[in-house]
C-alpha cells in the first residue's frame, strides 16, 4: 500500500471523529499522475450532491501537459465511490453545523487507487496551539534522551 497524497493540514485543522475509505473514478491520465505523486489534497473536501460523493478542490495537474487535451481541468469535481448507506451518513455529516468531510490520503490498494475521507469538525485556536505547544515539548524530550 503505497500512499500518493496525503493532507497533513487536515490533522492539524480539524478533529477526526469518523473515517471512510472510498473509490476515485479517474481518467487514464489522472490515474499516471497520482502515480507519479502530483496530486494535491490541500483544501479539498467532500460534497453530497443528488445521492453520489464528489471530491471537490484537489488538484491533478496533466500527467504530460504537451499531451493534454485544451478543455482539462486539474480541479475538476471527482466522483466517489462508496455504498448508499456511507452516502447518507455522509450527507446527513454535511447538513450538520460544525460538521465538514475532508480528504486525508490517497493511496492504492492493490492496483486500485483508493481515498480516505473523514467526518471532521474544526478546532479552534486555543485547540491547535495546544497541539503545537504538545509537539515542540515532544520533540524537546526526544531531542534531550
Not at 54 to 76: C, M, V
Not at 136 to 142: A, K, N, P
Request: aromatic share 8%; hydrophobic share 35%.
Amino acid at each position: 500500500m503505497t500512499q500518493f497524497a496525503n493532507n497533513r493540514k487536515a490533522f492539524f485543522d480539524y478533529e477526526i471523529l469518523g473515517k471512510f475509505s472510498a473509490g476515485l473514478e479517474l481518467t487514464g491520465q489522472e490515474v499516471k499522475s497520482v502515480r507519479a505523486g502530483k496530486m494535491n489534497l490541500r483544501g479539498s473536501f467532500v460534497g453530497v450532491r443528488g445521492g453520489e460523493a464528489y471530491l471537490l478542490g484537489a488538484e491533478i495537474p496533466a500527467y504530460q501537459p504537451k499531451n493534454t487535451p485544451a478543455d482539462y481541468d486539474a480541479t475538476r469535481p471527482r466522483k466517489l465511490l462508496l455504498s448508499k448507506a456511507e452516502i447518507a451518513e455522509l450527507e446527513n455529516a454535511e447538513q450538520t453545523n460544525g460538521l465538514t468531510i475532508v480528504a486525508l490520503t490517497v493511496y492504492n490498494k492493490g492496483r486500485f487507487l483508493k481515498a480516505d475521507i473523514a467526518i471532521a469538525k474544526g478546532k479552534k485556536k486555543y485547540d491547535k496551539r495546544e497541539a503545537l505547544k504538545k509537539r515542540d515539548t515532544e520533540r524537546e524530550i526526544r531531542r534531550k534522551l
